[in-house]
Each structure stands twice: as C-alpha cells, then as structure tokens.
Nanobody, 117 residues
Framework: QVQLVESGGGLVQPGGSLRLSCAAP????????MGWYRQAPGKERELVAT???????NYADSVKGRFTISTNDAKNTVYLQMNSLKPEDTAVYYC???????????WGQGTQVAVSS
C-alpha cells in the first residue's frame, strides 16, 4: 500500500517551533488536497489543517494563528509549520492525501510531537 513519508517530529519546549514534512511518492499522480491530523493519548483523532490543490487552507480553531500548512510547487509535499507550541499540542501527527475523490485515502506513518519543559 502506498504511504506518505513524514519527517520532522521531536521534543520541543513550550513556545518553541517545529516543522513537519510529508512527501507523496512518485506513484501518486494527482492529489486533490492534503492535510494533517493529530491524535493525543486517550483522545480522538483531530483534523488540524488542510490545503487544497488550489492553495486554499483551513485550520482547527485550536491552532489558528500558530500553525501554517503549505505545499511545494509540485504539490506533492505538504508542510506544517508549528509555532508557539503548547503542551496540549503533544500528539502523533499524521499527514493524509485525497488522491481519488474527496476523502483522504493515503496516509503517512505518523510522527511524534512532544511539547514539554
């Protein structure tokens, strides 16, 4: 099964920044939109941010003004710039892509983000 490749997680102090990256393999020919989810222990998965092939973005209220989602020019890599991180941002972050229709059908393996002093 085709998987997206994530990188960039880690441990950071509150107020710090991290940048996550997610690359789609060359076998994926078209992407309608991409996004980032996160799941903290004992909590439901949360959609954090999305970006369409046209560049439109959307964010969860909890990250607005702090996180920025973007793509490269080829639209096959998505980034999540996370600033002013808080302990409640601690979670496993997953990227996802909608390659055939309007639902996410391709996923990354997940990357751990921990915000702690």
């Amino acid at each position: 099964q085709v998987q997206l490749v994530e990188s960039g997680g880690g441990l950071v102090q509150p107020g710090g920044s991290l940048r996550l990256s997610c690359a789609a393999p060359g076998s994926i020919f078209s992407i309608n939109f991409m996004g980032w989810y996160r799941q903290a222990p004992g909590k439901e998965r949360e959609l954090v941010a999305t970006v369409t092939s046209g560049g439109s973005t959307n964010y969860a209220d909890s990250v607005k003004g702090r996180f920025t989602i973007s793509t490269n020019d080829a639209k096959n890599t998505v980034y999540l710039q996370m600033n002013s991180l808080k302990p409640e941002d601690t979670a496993v972050y997953y990227c996802a892509a909608a390659t055939n229709g309007l639902e996410y059908d391709t996923w990354g393996q997940g990357t751990q983000v921990a915000v702690s002093s």
